[in-house]
């Protein structure tokens, strides 16, 4: 879909002078040396790589930067692509210069206000839920270290990286979080003046919503009658009613509970990704249907209310969960939510593991798992 967005700006580009717009983060540096410019990147679209491919021919030393020289400009109009003013222009800054904001920022500040992006809305119906989702700091513009952010993310295929950056993301969301009055009103759901962020990660609901419907679309009118074992969970916390149909609202109302589960343990994410009635519990008609479960259901029904409470489930799933990413090394993001007196080692009880998964990863036998034991593979 990015690609019919790049299309479209290709379409309504216009050659005016454009002014600076100055990224002062610059925390995407650590990230952006995991991968260079002419790497693979697969989930990269048609006009994107046409311009990557530009980038890579003007780049005669091939040290995935452009110089004054390479790229044959004059001076201020070089100054004014290199947005973090490093005095190199990036594969990121080239992309954004040529490819969004030539076509989009009819005023030349630098930035694509919510109206200037709005033009792309009558080639893709979807554009503005992708505006919603690039606007990062929800000031209703798009600026380059949004974009930045955007192609960074895109660009990480590793799941431990991948992890990270979307923790150092969470981490500084209310640093960067500059809210127009009319998001504030829209997301701020606790009225305390702020936007947290799962109210923020709820303002992604409505693409979760299009890629789902996407995906259950393709399968066919009757999804239940030909879902394979893996989409059959899925479908049945979709299925809100129980009808074995999905609506509109369905798909809303999922896309609201997996954007509260985003940036949560395996656990936590899978209890409030079924809990459709938001009970705080698992009732049977909830997840009765998915295979094998009833002799799990009745196992995990320690007080027998015919009900899963969350410690329920947790006591349950938690060490399979959570050993599987210990040995996998992906604990980057979960490990300081874990370590809840924060000395810097797991406990037992705070790793959540049976003592036979613990004494595994627990190398040195000193009571306690470090990061280094937690990231070894």
């Given at each position: 879909?990015?690609?019919?967005?790049?299309?479209?700006l290709?379409?309504?580009?216009?050659?005016?002078?454009?002014?600076?717009y100055?990224?002062?983060?610059?925390?995407?540096?650590?990230?952006k040396?995991?991968?260079?410019?002419?790497?693979?990147?697969p989930?990269?679209?048609?006009?994107?790589?046409?311009?990557?491919?530009?980038?890579?021919?003007?780049?005669?030393?091939?040290?995935?930067?452009?110089?004054?020289?390479?790229?044959?400009?004059?001076?201020?109009?070089?100054?004014?692509?290199?947005?973090?003013?490093?005095?190199?222009?990036?594969?990121h800054?080239?992309?954004?210069e040529?490819?969004?904001?030539?076509?989009?920022?009819?005023?030349?500040?630098?930035?694509?206000?919510?109206?200037?992006?709005?033009?792309l809305?009558?080639?893709?119906?979807?554009?503005?839920?992708?505006?919603?989702?690039?606007d990062?700091?929800?000031?209703?513009?798009?600026?380059?270290?949004?974009?930045?952010?955007?192609?960074?993310?895109?660009?990480?295929?590793?799941?431990?990286?991948?992890?990270?950056?979307?923790?150092?993301?969470?981490?500084?969301?209310?640093?960067?979080?500059?809210?127009?009055?009319?998001?504030?009103?829209?997301?701020?759901?606790?009225?305390?003046g702020?936007?947290?962020?799962?109210?923020?990660?709820?303002?992604?609901?409505?693409?979760?919503?299009?890629?789902?419907?996407?995906?259950?679309?393709?399968?066919?009118?009757?999804?239940?009658?030909?879902?394979?074992?893996?989409?059959?969970?899925?479908?049945?916390?979709l299925?809100?009613?129980?009808?074995n149909?999905?609506?509109?609202?369905?798909?809303?109302?999922?896309?609201?509970?997996?954007?509260?589960?985003?940036?949560?343990?395996?656990?936590?994410a899978?209890?409030?990704?079924?809990?459709?009635?938001?009970?705080?519990?698992?009732?049977?008609?909830?997840?009765?249907?998915?295979?094998?479960?009833?002799?799990?259901?009745?196992?995990?029904?320690?007080?027998?209310?015919?009900?899963?409470?969350?410690?329920?489930?947790?006591?349950?799933?938690?060490?399979?969960?959570?050993?599987?990413?210990?040995?996998?090394?992906?604990m980057?993001?979960?490990?300081?939510?874990i370590?809840?007196?924060?000395?810097?080692?797991?406990?037992?009880?705070?790793?959540?593991?049976?003592?036979?998964?613990?004494?595994?990863?627990?190398?040195?036998?000193?009571?306690?798992?470090?990061?280094g034991?937690?990231?070894?593979?």
């Open positions: 879909m990015f690609g019919k967005l790049l299309l479209a290709l379409f309504f580009s216009q050659n005016n002078e454009i002014t600076p100055q990224n002062v983060h610059n925390y995407l540096d650590f990230y040396r995991l991968y260079t410019c002419n790497d693979d990147f989930k990269e679209d048609e006009n994107a790589k046409v311009l990557r491919e530009e980038f890579l021919r003007k780049d005669k030393d091939k040290n995935c930067f452009l110089s004054k020289k390479e790229l044959d400009i004059f001076e201020l109009g070089f100054n004014e692509m290199d947005e973090n003013q490093d005095t190199r222009i990036s594969l800054e080239f992309i954004f040529k490819g969004l904001r030539d076509g989009l920022d009819q005023n030349k500040d630098g930035l694509i206000s919510h109206r200037e992006w709005g033009i809305e009558q080639l893709l119906p979807e554009a503005m839920t992708f505006f919603e989702i690039m990062f700091d929800m000031d209703e513009n798009i600026s380059f270290y949004e974009y930045d952010i955007l192609k960074t993310a895109e660009s990480l295929n590793n799941d431990d990286a991948l992890s990270s950056f979307q923790a150092e993301l969470a981490s500084l969301y209310q640093t960067l979080l500059k809210p127009s009055f009319a998001n504030l009103k829209k997301y701020d759901q606790d009225a305390d702020k936007i947290h962020i799962e109210e923020y990660l709820m303002k992604g609901s409505d693409l979760v919503a299009l890629v789902f419907k996407g995906v259950i679309d393709a399968i066919g009118p009757k999804p239940f009658e030909v879902a394979s074992r893996e989409i059959l969970p899925i479908l049945i916390a299925d809100k009613n129980g009808d149909e999905i609506d509109g609202h369905e798909y809303s109302d999922f896309a609201k509970r997996w954007s509260l589960g985003r940036n949560k343990l395996p656990e936590e899978m209890f409030i990704l079924f809990d459709s009635d938001y009970s705080k519990s698992l009732e049977w008609f909830e997840v009765g249907d998915i295979d094998g479960f009833p002799f799990f259901f009745e196992t995990m029904d320690t007080n027998r209310n015919f009900k899963l409470e969350f410690n329920e489930v947790q006591s349950t799933f938690m060490d399979f969960s959570r050993y599987n990413r210990f040995k996998e090394g992906k980057i993001f979960d490990f300081k939510k370590d809840v007196d924060n000395d810097g080692e797991l406990t037992l009880i705070e790793s959540g593991l049976s003592l036979e998964n613990f004494q595994k990863i627990d190398m040195n036998n000193d009571g306690g798992i470090s990061p034991e937690t990231y070894a593979k």
